[in-house]
């Protein structure tokens, strides 16, 4: 079975500073993991995924994200925060022979001017 | 074109209503998903259909009834609903139903019943 954790529901960052989501999963087999940024009223959009390759993942918005095995993590960064990125954040595993995504229960992202 | 396409965007219903929510894309996805979202909280899978037949029902009550009439449209009929069932619903389309494939999203419908 598949789960996803997320430290930190609600998370504040200000302005320029370093934004940090965690994510930490639970595979048997290996994973595919997603970042999906939701602002207000409006659906999922995808930030970045992995699934094989390069464990160092860069996404848009300038978000990127490293998956790391051993610590089982995918945790999303980015350097700078803009007022633009508060919104809420989904950390999503799947796996090949799966047909659903399990999310996370979400962080969200508050910047300070 | 990345786009799935929502109608409507909002819906008030009583209880003994009836309503369709309606879902379409054109990226040529074989696997699409109806999902419900309560505030602040993640996605709830409801339905997945692979290949215009329903894969997976997660035990969702019968007041809601799913139809894919063909492989860019998905349909939820609702009938009988609860106050409850008041949430933002959302339609997903994937390439196909393997979890390597990313999901797009819509916009969603907001969903009131009175």
């Known amino acids: 079975a598949q789960s996803v954790t997320q430290l930190g529901s609600h998370v504040s960052v200000s302005e320029g500073a370093l934004v940090l989501l965690r994510c930490n999963y639970s595979s048997s087999v290996p994973p595919y993991l997603f970042w999906y940024v939701q602002y207000p009223n409006q659906g999922l959009q995808l930030l970045l995924k992995?699934?094989?390759?390069?464990?160092l993942v860069k996404g848009i918005n300038g978000f990127e994200a490293e998956f790391k095995k051993s610590e089982t993590s995918f945790h999303l960064t980015k350097p700078s925060a803009h007022m633009s990125d508060a919104a809420e954040y989904f950390c999503a595993v799947s796996v090949l022979s799966g047909n659903q995504f399990y999310f996370g229960t979400g962080t969200s992202l508050t910047v300070i001017p | 074109d990345t786009e799935v396409t929502q109608t409507p965007k909002h819906l008030v219903m009583g209880m003994t209503n009836k309503k369709s929510l309606k879902c379409e894309q054109h990226m040529g996805h074989r696997a699409m998903y109806w999902y419900k979202q309560k505030a602040k909280k993640p996605p709830e899978l409801m339905f997945v259909y692979s290949y215009e037949k329903l894969s997976i029902n997660e035990s969702v009550p019968s007041r809601f009834s799913p139809e894919c009439p063909n492989s860019s449209l998905l349909n939820l009929h609702l009938h009988a609903l609860q106050p409850e069932d008041s949430a933002l619903y959302l339609c997903a389309s994937s390439q196909e139903a393997s979890g390597v494939y990313e999901q797009y999203f819509g916009p969603g419908t907001r969903l009131t019943v009175t």
């Open positions: 992995y699934t094989t390759g390069a464990t």
